[in-house]
């Protein structure tokens, strides 16, 4: 079964267009004003495209498919077109929708933007006046209403407004009223911002815009020229994507995301569902390094931060590591948005994990024990370690990420930590480790967090592995017959009813399903790409995985998925990416 | 329309017959909107070994508990063969998708097995938004 994060993004795709839609609509405001016929005219091509694609899609993907993206269309067509006959316009439209956008799969498939392909074919009939605009003050504030759009494709369209710029300064040409109505900023913010069409590469972008806005006001057929520019652009862009490309060295992007209920000592609730705790042997003083080791083994400490790993295993790779300095990170960053109970531990554990501590030190002749911890979760730091404050982002704390910043050392992901000389465990597990070692403890039990998230309730709960997670919901009276556990609520699955507490599980969760549509129109955004941590091509592996594929995928290295769910959490098609990486995964390493 | 409520499923749970990967997107949606009303869905596919994100019981034989209400999605041919198995199992309400799997004849064999039957979308009563007007003029909603 897959698994998904809890939360995710409230925006999508069709608020987006709808969003750009609107502005189109105002950058028509002023020429409706002067010539109320044309908001027929612009009626009625709105009304073809939007039948037009409802009728493809609705053939295609047998079902009903929202066609804001042809109305956005339509509304940069129209735009551009405006003093084409209506029946023109029409025909426009329909070569835009057909030829630009259907026949090569529909949208975020295509290669061209329609409305240029719909500008190309009506130039071959008509000519196409231009400038596109008359100034007119009520164009001001679209302006400003079209630049946000410029964070989808900032190099291309920056490079586009430049170039355009300097070709009116070195023309002779620039002022105020040029730049409105020569549709700087029109075709700058709302044509070269197509983030299907239009690649994300930088140089390419910046290159590639900066060309077509200087060259396009060389030609007396301006928005021909133009039109051309952006298509051979679109060309560009296509080859550049489908190229190999290096792995991406990119820093890991700052994704911050609140807690679903944040953390407030003295609020937050305490439970604690282990009856009759086992028979604890104690000894007073503290055994030696092969007893400890003993001890950890036998009484089953496992890494408590949700891979579930043998603690035993990763102790002893660092004892038998050859490198010269040896470092212990302890995990207390919790930067999955669920979870509350490493931030409990902090509070209420120091003297246990202190002691946990002292017990590895035994074991192992560390240079470095730090502590880290999200910044803002001040706690007062034992003697002997460092405390490291990692700033509050998604996923500060993956093991990789957190060596890097700790330690400066950049691991790949085939390496092994421990086997470098540096461990990291878990703050619950270095308590494990105390309990195991110095009471000589069978680890039967463990810290999850549990959250209603309808009534906006967390508990930090003590349970028995093994324990029925349905008794739990029980006990602590849930309100939502939708249960979710997981490792966080970045990696969360539905509960089936005939579940327990294992090892993997840090998290229950009770409340709605989060709304994940799966549209099947990627508008390749690139979100997914800019929020993984390890830089992977999200939406190029989906799309092989959605072909029946998996194995084809092997190329974008997949195996490299930490799955934080990131990808899942930013699609703005409501599509869960991170399952469909994680099956290329399952497939690559089959 | 015949008006659907939440009396029409029995014990707040559903079995969802014909749970499919190819038609996914719709029947997590239809998933989530029962399950968000408090009712429990017990989904069934026998022959697909698809990708889910929630959980897909191979027979009605792997269901902890059978439910008294079934919503079935299938072609009209599948829909025939599982209303007989889904009486035998003592289902005694089934919601059908639509008229085009559950046409007449279906609808008065069900009646001969003594089965109520509903024929609505079930995202007119549990959905939101347009799902919501759908439901409202179909005469599905209260």
């Known amino acids: 079964m897959n698994t998904f994060p809890l939360i995710r993004t409230k925006l999508s795709n069709e608020h987006i267009m709808a969003g750009v839609f609107a502005v189109l609509v105002l950058y028509m405001l002023p020429s409706w004003i002067d010539d109320p016929e044309k908001i027929m005219s612009f009626a009625a091509v709105l009304a073809v495209s939007l039948v037009l694609d409802s009728v493809i899609n609705h053939i295609r993907f047998k079902k009903t498919v929202c066609s804001v993206s042809a109305a956005v269309t339509a509304g940069i067509y129209f735009n551009l077109a405006a003093g084409v006959p209506l029946w023109g316009q029409l025909l426009g439209i329909t070569a835009a929708l057909v030829v630009g956008k259907h026949i090569w799969g529909g949208t975020g498939k295509n290669i061209f933007n329609p409305a240029m392909v719909g500008i190309l074919f009506t130039s071959v009939f008509f000519n196409i006046s231009y400038p596109s605009f008359n100034y007119s003050w009520l164009l001001l504030p679209v302006l400003l209403l079209s630049l946000p759009f410029i964070s989808f494709r900032p190099f291309a369209s920056l490079g586009f407004i430049a170039g355009m710029t300097a070709a009116m300064i070195f023309n002779q040409d620039f002022s105020l009223h040029n730049f409105v109505s020569w549709g700087v900023v029109f075709w700058g913010c709302l044509v070269l911002t197509d983030p299907v069409t239009v690649s994300l590469n930088p140089v390419l972008g910046l290159a590639g815009s900066i060309a077509v806005g200087f060259a396009g006001l060389q030609f007396s057929n301006i928005t021909l020229a133009l039109a051309v520019g952006v298509v051979t652009l679109n060309l560009l862009s296509a080859i550049a994507d489908r190229l190999p490309k290096r792995e991406n060295r990119r820093a890991v992007p700052k994704m911050t995301i609140k807690k679903i209920i944040p953390y407030q000592e003295g609020i937050t609730t305490f439970v604690d569902l282990t009856e009759n705790e086992a028979a604890v042997d104690q000894t007073a003083a503290l055994p030696d390094k092969v007893e400890i080791l003993k001890r950890i083994g036998v009484n089953g400490v496992f890494g408590m931060g949700g891979a579930a790993f043998p603690t035993i295993n990763k102790i ?34 120091m003297d ?118 349905q008794r739990i919901a029980d006990e602590l009276k849930l309100s939502s017959i939708n249960l979710f556990i997981g490792g966080g609520a970045m990696q969360c699955r539905n509960y089936t009813g005939d579940e327990t507490v294992d090892n993997t599980i840090n998290f ?27 830089g992977l091509m999200v939406d190029r592996i989906a799309q092989i995985v959605d072909r029946g594929d998996a194995a084809a995928a092997k190329r974008y290295k997949p195996e490299k998925c930490m799955q934080c769910g990131s990808c899942s959490r930013v699609c703005l098609a409501g599509r869960n990416l991170s399952a469909r990486v994680n099956a290329a995964k399952a497939t690559v390493r089959s | 329309m015949v008006r659907l409520t939440m009396e029409f499923f029995e014990g707040n749970q559903v079995l969802f017959i014909g749970y499919s990967e190819k038609y996914q997107a719709f029947c997590k949606q239809v998933y989530q909107a029962f399950s968000n009303n408090g009712i429990k869905v017990y989904p069934v596919n026998n022959k697909d070994k698809g990708n889910f994100d929630v959980k897909v019981y191979k027979s009605l034989e792997d269901l902890p508990q059978i439910p008294r209400t079934a919503y079935v999605l299938l072609n009209r041919k599948s829909a025939g063969k599982a209303v007989k198995e889904l ?23 069900c009646s001969r097995l003594g089965i109520e039957t509903i024929v609505a979308c079930p995202m007119m009563r549990f ?16």
């Not at chain 1, 000389?421 to 009471?439: C, D, F, P, R, S």
């Open chain 1, 316 to 349: 002893t790779a660092t004892v038998d590591s050859k490198e010269a300095s040896k470092h212990l990170i302890i995990n207390a960053v919790e930067c999955d948005p669920g979870l509350l109970h490493d931030n409990w531990i902090i509070r209420h554990k």
């Open chain 1, 352 to 469: 246990e994990i202190s002691k946990g501590v002292d017990i590895l030190k035994r074991c192992i002749e560390f240079e470095s024990v730090t502590l880290a911890i999200k910044a803002g979760n001040m706690v007062e730091c034992p003697q002997g370690m460092k405390l490291f404050e990692v700033p509050d982002y998604y996923p500060a704390g993956a093991e990789r990420i957190l060596i890097n910043r700790v330690l400066g050392k950049k691991l790949s992901y085939k390496d092994i930590p421990s086997k470098k000389g540096v461990l990291v465990l878990n703050v619950q597990t270095v308590w494990a480790i105390y309990e195991a070692a110095v009471k000589n403890k069978k680890i039967d039990s463990r810290l999850i967090t549990v959250a209603d998230m309808r009534n906006k309730s967390s508990y930090i709960v003590k349970v028995r592995l093994g324990e029925s997670i």
């Open chain 1, 508 to 534: 229950i969760a009770s409340g709605s399903f989060p709304r994940y549509k799966e549209s099947p129109q990627c508008s390749r955004c690139g979100f997914c790409r800019a929020n993984c941590p390890e």
């Open chain 2, 87 to 109: 009486a035998e199992k003592g289902v005694r309400r089934i919601l059908f998708q639509n008229t085009k799997n559950a046409d007449q004849s279906l609808l008065e064999e």
């Open chain 2, 127 to 142: 959905g939101t938004g347009f799902h919501k007007i759908h439901g409202f003029f179909a005469g599905v909603r209260k």
